[in-house]
């Protein structure tokens, strides 16, 4: 018999309707389409990864988010290995492009996802932020790339951080995290910085990487703030 395929796509928050319909389109060679809407779902990333998990129907399961397509070579690849597998999962490198432009440093290549799962060796997923699935088995990584346009404007990345921060200050906060003062603020910076712009090499990426290595050192002082802020109010 055929092995087949369920596409699960997580639809919500601000939908741009071209990469939408470009994420849709890269899918056409599943068997079935499971689209989650995130807006009408409570839970978190992990809840409704589950929740699409339990309604797709095939042998396995391609998570794709709407800012993400496979390409024909990709979707060649998988009809391949889902069909004489002797592995439970497979990990996709991403390329991820951000303001029009291909990024390949600051972590990001080849920032591989774990997302083509057979179903039944799928335990499921765990994580509020940056969750992550558990999986029975043998896990493979494939070499041909998923594309992921992460961001196109600074805007976005604003409203993503303004989103994101807010769990992870929460996480923080419930892992007992120190109180927050000025040397952990400054702590917290200069390993970012070091980790982006250093040890990552940001700056190879041009102006872009240089942008989006200093966002990220921003974007983590912003969440350390809100543990402050979190701190503050409940001690």
Known sequence: ????????????????????????????????????????????????RNYGAKKAKSDWLIYVDMDEQVTPSLAKIIQQVVGSSEFSAYAIPRRNFIFGKEMKHCGLWPDF??????????????GKLHEQPKVLGTI??????????????LGEMVDKTNE???????????????????????????REFWLRMIVQAAFLDGTEGVIYGLYQVFSRLISYSKLWEMQLRKN
């Open 113 to 126: 996802v774990l997302r083509l799962i057979r179903k039944d060796k799928l335990k499921g997923w765990f």
């Open 140 to 153: 493979c990584h494939l070499k041909e790339p998923l594309i992921h346009v992460k961001h196109k404007s």
């Open 164 to 190: 994101w921060s807010e769990i992870e200050a929460e996480l923080l906060f419930e892992a007992r995290h120190p109180k927050m003062n000025a040397l952990r603020f400054f702590s917290a910076g200069f």
């Open 1 to 48: 018999m055929k092995t087949s395929i369920s596409a699960i796509i997580l639809k919500g928050g601000k939908i741009n309707e071209a990469l939408y319909k470009k994420c849709l389109n890269s899918i056409s060679f599943a068997d079935e389409k499971v689209i989650v809407d995130t807006s009408k779902i409570k839970g978190s990333f992990s809840d409704w």
